[in-house]
């Protein structure tokens, strides 16, 4: 009988890897689903027994996913996906529960599913107890996003927020630019990625671009208290400031209030 499986991801990259991993080396998975919020993740639960093991993001769109776990009981393993660094890997491994850092590798995944048969072999074996896991991660865990995954080719290429330059969005395609001026295209629009950037970091300039602080090159005035913005590496699109978030920006880029 196969193995039931469900997938809590919101990055489309991320879930296809993981797919495409689990059909190649564990045939025995059947993925009954995935699922990218935490509310819809809850309302599934409400609706649908519960899958012999799940395969959970941590940053999800709406939230960090242990908001899941805390308002639903979960009866089978969790192998949680992540990127977070050494410290938070020892909340994992102190608290039983396996994890896997991405972008996912076969052979990490092999381990994360021994640990999983391992576990449901012993029949008197105990599921690791999440809530010590879930404070301790919630103290140290960044609330913005860090890292993005991106598709070259059929490899994907983790990058942190702080190496992205900007952000920009035409005919509904969104892309990233690095600040080597390297652009991918990735799945998040404008309005998604806004609340789960650092606003200290980037600023929404307009509808179209998404601008992190150190690829300001310059600023100028404009018509009509408009502002114009020079980004570094250069946009293929122009970066104007209306005069409405004129003196907001100017806050944003270093505490100087516009004059009146």
């Known amino acids: 009988?196969?193995?039931?499986?469900?997938?809590?991801?919101?990055?489309?990259?991320a879930y296809r890897r993981l797919n495409g991993l689990l059909q190649e080396h564990h045939p025995e998975f059947e993925v009954l689903e995935v699922i990218d919020a935490i509310s819809e993740a809850v309302r599934w639960f409400?609706?649908?027994k519960a899958p012999d093991l799940i395969f959970s993001d941590i940053q999800l769109s709406d939230g960090l996913s242990f908001e899941i776990f805390k308002q639903v009981r979960?009866?089978?393993?969790?192998i949680f996906t992540t990127a977070y660094d050494e410290y938070m890997l020892?909340?994992?491994?102190?608290n039983g529960i396996d994890y896997l850092l991405k972008p996912i590798e076969a052979q990490d995944l092999l381990r994360?599913?021994?640990?999983?048969k391992a576990l449901t072999a012993n029949k008197q074996s105990e599921l690791p107890d999440l809530s010590q896991l879930i404070e301790r991660i919630t103290q140290r865990t960044p609330k913005y996003k860090e890292r993005f995954l991106v598709k070259v080719g059929v490899k994907l290429l983790p990058l942190l927020?702080?190496?992205i330059a900007y952000f920009t969005s035409s005919d509904g395609i969104t892309e990233l630019t690095t600040r080597e001026g390297r652009r991918y295209p990735?799945?998040?629009p404008l309005d998604e990625l806004e609340e789960l950037l650092d606003p200290s970091a980037f600023?929404?300039?307009?509808?179209?671009?998404?601008?992190?602080v150190v690829a300001i090159s310059v600023v100028h005035q404009h018509f009509q208290g408009k502002l114009k913005v020079i980004l570094s590496p250069a946009s293929p699109t122009e970066a104007m400031v209306s005069r409405e978030k004129a003196r907001s920006f100017k806050e944003w880029m270093g505490g100087v209030r516009s004059e009146e």
């Open 203 to 212: 600023y929404r300039l307009n509808r179209a671009t998404i601008a992190s």
């Open 161 to 163: 927020a702080s190496d």
């Open 46 to 48: 409400d609706h649908h």
């Open 186 to 188: 990735i799945d998040q």
């Open 90 to 94: 020892e909340a994992f491994r102190t």
């Open 112 to 116: 994360g599913v021994a640990k999983f």
């Open 74 to 78: 979960i009866p089978c393993p969790i």
């Open 1 to 13: 009988m196969p193995q039931r499986v469900l997938i809590i991801e919101d990055e489309a990259p």
